[in-house]
């Protein structure tokens, strides 16, 4: 039995993984900050006769990834993938508008980009592109020494096409992206596959509030998302299944990495015309 270790395990997408990955047989390390998250997760996979263990665990605290890491290798043994999940944005960082506004330059009520909050620009930074920094730091050597084995992060549609009101976001996420190829080069006389998945838009807990109305109606931001998305939908989280059972399969994607895969109903192909 492999052993994935997989952050941001507690929130929808990422979740989604973990049982996928127990469903195919490997045991399952659920990293999240919200711990409880994370164990609701696990719970489910042990119910289903899988093998999953949670720990609460700021994926920005590499002392504190020390820590975990020794207990998944007590729990499970040594990472054989580790799934960099984590990520999201920051109120601070979204701006009231799509594009600049005659008076944006002067505004104090509201935010606009002349007066985003650097904390939050900061926070962003940390948590997408130093949440995949320090995990891969650590758990990247349990690969070492022949035994191979597959890093796959979670990027972005954002890193292919910036959407507007958040820039720290979509420009960490391209981060992520390049980071992504950077590690597959590093890694790559060690045997280590480095890819990355994109998602496009799909309904979570972090922006469930963004695309619907308290009433369960769509917001405008949604309508937009759908008619520039030639399918004309949200995704499913099973949907990007695929795309991870394909890159850590040997055998279909041996010669694959430094790679980022859109899955994305089409959005970043579609011009608008």
């Not at 890491?69 to 729990?75: P, T």
């Not at 976001?169 to 980071?179: I, L, T």
């Not at 496009?200 to 998302?225: E, S």
Request: glycine content about 12%; aromatic content about 10%; overall charge negative.
């Amino acid at each position: 039995m492999k052993n994935a270790v997989i952050t941001g395990a507690g929130g929808v997408l990422c979740g989604s993984f973990a049982r996928a990955l127990a469903q195919d047989g490997w045991a399952v390390a659920l990293l999240d900050i919200n711990e409880a998250a994370a164990q609701t997760v696990a719970d489910d996979i042990n119910r289903g006769g899988g093998r999953a263990f949670a720990y609460g665990v700021s994926v920005l605290d590499r002392a504190a990834l020390e820590a975990v890491r020794e207990r998944v290798h007590a729990d499970l043994g040594p990472c054989d993938l580790l799934l960099n999940g984590a990520g999201g944005n920051h109120p601070k960082c979204t701006t009231l508008h799509e594009t600049y506004e005659p008076g944006d330059e002067d505004a104090s009520d509201f935010l606009t980009f002349f007066n985003l909050d650097k904390s939050g620009f900061d926070f962003v930074f940390d948590l997408n592109l130093k949440g995949v920094l320090l995990p891969t730091q650590v758990f990247a050597r349990d690969m070492l020494g022949g035994r191979g084995g597959n890093i796959v992060n979670i990027s972005s549609m954002n890193a292919y096409r910036p959407l507007t009101k958040i820039p720290a976001y979509s420009a960490a996420k391209a981060a992520v992206s390049n980071f992504t190829q950077w590690l597959a080069v590093h890694f790559a006389p060690a045997g280590i596959r480095c890819n990355a998945i994109a998602p496009g838009f799909f309904v979570t807990g972090q922006n469930r509030a963004l695309l619907y109305a308290p009433d369960g109606t769509p917001t405008p931001r949604t309508h937009k998302i759908l008619a520039a998305t030639p399918m004309k939908r949200f995704g499913e989280p099973e949907e990007l299944l695929g795309a991870l059972r394909f890159l850590i399969d040997e055998e279909a994607a041996g010669f694959v990495t430094g790679v980022c895969i859109p899955v994305d109903g089409g959005f970043s192909a579609y011009s608008g015309v």
